[in-house]
């Protein structure tokens, strides 16, 4: 028998024995909220025999201080957003994804297949693409909700009815692009301008919650909210009049990815996923979902019709450029950390 026979019996042997480990095992994913639909959950457990426990989130924040808090080892996968991603490999909480471990990178979408904030994808897989404003509801408000001022120069009739996302990197990024400064400004005395201005204007804003956002909106509780896109466009099909705003001074663009995390108790199990959720048919179920984008090749045969059309996704006349939120150095971020616990204080 040669060697190279040899290497394929193997290679089969080992195969099986690792689906018959993952038929049995389970799979720890952190996730953000409302983002996946539970059918494509009991979907992979069906084809995989892997049962899946889900915890979730709402900011990239949140997610990095619970696991910097002890939770590390606790979960297989998380799912942060592109500057997160850069963060969390810098402290050291990201495993490495080997060459050959995923069959499917490959349908990995060519403009995503070597961000910046992960170099040849060695940590992650692209999950979902969008962006982050504000949606405005125009039967209160009648002027023109294409410009940061409705948060950070609020009109009188919008006073007191505003939520921002409890988001510091998503905020302090759309602030500085309504001051027209870098997101990362290493100076003191600029930083604490902006956290003053913050902390002047909020004097304006009910609330700072990601997750109920949509429902503020749609309730009436507020008329104005930060909002990712998608979650935008949800709230719009249940209330009309609610209009999601591109801003002349710009707004914020995001690629969620999967990402491994270091000490993962199920890792094989968490590859299986990653894999799966590198499948055309399998992401576009939750782009159908969430009312985002893909980050993999050959998902629009799968894609509802109307997606190509959202008003969320399709920036207006004399809009500003989408930016990615930046990560700053440590002695930077600090900075902003000192500023946005003044803030929320």
């Given at each position: 028998m040669t060697s190279i026979v040899k290497s394929g019996i193997a290679a089969v042997a080992l195969t099986a024995a690792a689906s018959a480990a993952s038929a049995d095992?389970?799979?720890?994913?952190?996730?953000?909220?409302?983002?996946?639909?539970?059918?494509?959950?009991?979907?992979?457990t069906a084809e995989t025999g892997i049962e899946?426990?889900?915890?979730?989130?709402?900011?990239?924040?949140?997610?990095?201080?619970?696991?910097?808090?002890?939770k590390m080892g606790s979960y297989d996968l998380a799912v942060p957003g592109d500057y997160m991603v850069s963060i969390m490999a810098a402290e050291g909480l990201l495993d490495t994804i080997r060459a050959g471990e995923l069959s499917n990178m490959g349908n990995i979408a060519p403009e995503w297949a070597d961000p910046?904030?992960?170099?040849?994808?060695?940590?992650?897989?692209?999950?979902?693409?969008?962006?982050?404003?504000?949606?405005?509801?125009?039967?209160?408000?009648?002027?023109?909700?294409?410009?940061?001022?409705?948060?950070?120069?609020?009109p009188p009739e919008l006073a007191g009815k505003v939520n921002m996302m409890d988001s510091q990197g998503d905020v302090m990024a759309l602030a500085a692009l309504h001051l027209g400064i870098d997101q990362c400004v290493s100076d003191p005395a600029m930083v604490a301008g902006l956290g003053a201005m913050l902390k002047e204007?909020?004097?304006?804003?009910?609330?700072?919650?990601?997750?109920?956002?949509?429902?503020?909106?749609?309730?009436g509780k507020v008329d104005v909210s930060m909002s990712f896109h998608g979650d935008a466009a949800k709230a719009r099909g249940e209330k009309s009049s609610l209009q999601y705003a591109f801003p002349a001074q710009g707004y914020l663009v995001w690629m969620d990815n999967i990402v491994l995390l270091k000490d993962a108790p199920n890792r094989a199990n968490a590859l299986t996923f990653m894999d799966f959720m590198l499948k055309p048919e399998n992401i576009a179920a939750v782009t159908n979902y969430a009312r985002y984008s893909a980050?993999?090749?050959g998902v629009e045969a799968y894609l509802d019709p109307e997606l190509a059309t959202l008003p969320e996704a399709n920036p207006v006349p004399g809009s500003g450029e989408g930016v990615f939120v930046q990560a700053c150095d440590p002695a930077t971020q600090a900075l902003y950390d000192q500023a946005w616990a003044e803030l929320t204080k």
């Open positions: 095992g389970k799979l720890a994913l952190y996730h953000w909220f409302d983002y996946i639909p539970q059918e494509l959950l009991e979907t992979f899946v426990t889900m915890e979730t989130y709402d900011s990239n924040e949140a997610m990095l201080a619970n696991l910097k808090a002890g910046d904030f992960d170099p040849g994808r060695k940590h992650s897989v692209p999950y979902q693409w969008g962006s982050t404003s504000f949606a405005v509801d125009t039967s209160v408000y009648g002027g023109n909700i294409h410009t940061t001022d409705i948060l950070f120069d609020t204007v909020s004097q304006n804003w009910a609330s700072f919650d990601t997750e109920n956002a949509r429902s503020l909106l749609v309730s980050g993999v090749s």
